[in-house]
Each structure stands twice: as structure tokens, then as C-alpha cells.
């Protein structure tokens, strides 16, 4: 699990790490930046996540990576490969703290976490569970070649909240990317 890393031009993705926690607890504090992940949560309830984070690469082999930024060596988000009990599908989610958006990371993480995932995960499908509101989200989902599939339902306590998911195949990934 520690060896797994991704480099991309500008970004390091890695399993989470303890040194990642007060940033972590500041991006889930920000209620801007949280809104589509839940809402902002206090530091004993991005604890929780943080380590249920961790504790899906110990059991399950993957989950979402630590966003690094290469230039400064700050911690600028989480995303990647998340699929949990109950979970609509196999996701490659994304959330970037608000200090680093607008300079395409989500993308560009994205992009490296799903050749990852149908790589070396195996993964024949990928969605994205998008707030219908969420415009930044879906640019990022349009960008990366996926399709609005329509509405979804994720699990408790989730299951209020409107969701579309978006997705495609590896092969139209693949296609899409000349491989």
C-alpha cells in the first residue's frame, strides 16, 4: 500500500498519511469547499474520515489518494478510486481544497487515478456521484470524457441527497485516450 504513487506533471498522488490530518481537517472544515462532500464537519468528524480513508487502502487495497502538490509539497486534496458497500458503482471522486482550485488538479488527478483504476484496480466501469448543482464537478466529469448516466441513489445516510451519475467505460476511456 505505502508504495503505491502516481506522478503527474504538476501533482503526487499517495495513500494518506498522518502528516495529512490538520490539512484534511481544514479543507472539511471549509464549508464552501465541503458543501458537495457532506458539509463541513468539525475536527473529531474529519478524523473519522480521514482514518476510514486510510483504513480503505488497509482492507480493500485502494482508496482515494492524498492530492500533493509537486512545486510546494502541500497537501491540495483528495481523490481517486472509492467504492464502498452499497455505492452505486465503482467511483473515481474528487475534492480539491478551495486555496487550489481553478488550476485544473481535479482533472489532471483524476485523469492519472482512472488510468490507475482500470489499470491496476481492473475496474471495467468508473462513475462520478455529482450534485445536480455542483457545475465545477461536472465540468471536471465532462472534461474527463464521461456522460451524464441520470439520476442516482447512494446508500444511508446519503440517501437524501440528489446525485447524477456520471461515467463511462473502459473502453470509451481508453478509446478516448488513443490506448
Not at 503526487?12 to 490539512?23: G, H, Q, S, Y
Not at 482514518?51 to 482492507?59: F, K, R
Not at 487495497?61 to 467504492?83: A, K, N
Not at 450534485?131 to 464521461?146: D, I
Given at each position: 500500500?505505502?508504495?503505491?504513487?502516481?506522478?503527474?506533471?504538476?501533482?503526487?498522488?499517495?495513500?494518506?498519511?498522518?502528516?495529512?490530518?490538520?490539512?484534511?481537517?481544514?479543507?472539511?472544515?471549509?464549508d464552501?469547499a465541503?458543501?458537495?462532500?457532506?458539509?463541513?464537519?468539525?475536527?473529531?468528524?474529519?478524523?473519522?474520515?480521514?482514518?476510514?480513508?486510510a483504513?480503505?487502502?488497509?482492507?480493500?487495497?485502494?482508496?482515494?489518494?492524498?492530492?500533493?502538490?509537486?512545486?510546494?509539497?502541500?497537501w491540495?486534496?483528495?481523490?481517486?478510486?472509492?467504492?464502498?458497500?452499497?455505492?452505486?458503482?465503482?467511483?473515481?471522486?474528487?475534492?480539491?481544497a478551495?486555496?487550489?482550485?481553478?488550476?485544473g488538479?481535479?482533472?489532471?488527478?483524476?485523469?492519472?487515478?482512472?488510468?490507475?483504476?482500470?489499470?491496476?484496480l481492473?475496474?471495467?466501469?468508473?462513475?462520478?456521484?455529482?450534485a445536480p448543482?455542483?457545475?465545477?464537478?461536472?465540468?471536471?466529469?465532462?472534461?474527463?470524457?464521461?456522460?451524464?448516466?441520470?439520476?442516482?441513489?447512494?446508500?444511508?445516510?446519503?440517501?437524501?441527497?440528489?446525485?447524477?451519475l456520471?461515467?463511462?467505460?473502459?473502453?470509451?476511456?481508453?478509446?478516448?485516450?488513443?490506448?
Amino acid at each position: 500500500m505505502s508504495t503505491v504513487r502516481i506522478e503527474t506533471d504538476r501533482l503526487i498522488l499517495r495513500p494518506t498519511a498522518a502528516e495529512d490530518f490538520d490539512a484534511w481537517a481544514a479543507f472539511m472544515a471549509d464549508d464552501v469547499a465541503a458543501r458537495f462532500l457532506g458539509g463541513a464537519q468539525p475536527r473529531s468528524i474529519a478524523w473519522r474520515y480521514f482514518l476510514m480513508m486510510a483504513g480503505a487502502w488497509q482492507i480493500q487495497g485502494y482508496g482515494m489518494f492524498s492530492v500533493i502538490e509537486r512545486s510546494s509539497g502541500r497537501w491540495v486534496g483528495r481523490l481517486g478510486p472509492w467504492f464502498p458497500d452499497g455505492w452505486p458503482g465503482p467511483e473515481v471522486g474528487w475534492g480539491i481544497a478551495r486555496e487550489a482550485w481553478g488550476r485544473g488538479y481535479a482533472t489532471e488527478g483524476a485523469a492519472a487515478a482512472i488510468d490507475w483504476a482500470f489499470d491496476q484496480l481492473g475496474w471495467t466501469d468508473v462513475i462520478h456521484s455529482i450534485a445536480p448543482e455542483n457545475e465545477a464537478s461536472r465540468a471536471v466529469a465532462v472534461k474527463l470524457g464521461a456522460t451524464d448516466r441520470g439520476p442516482g441513489q447512494l446508500p444511508p445516510p446519503l440517501d437524501n441527497e440528489p446525485v447524477n451519475l456520471w461515467g463511462q467505460t473502459r473502453e470509451q476511456w481508453f478509446a478516448r485516450r488513443g490506448r
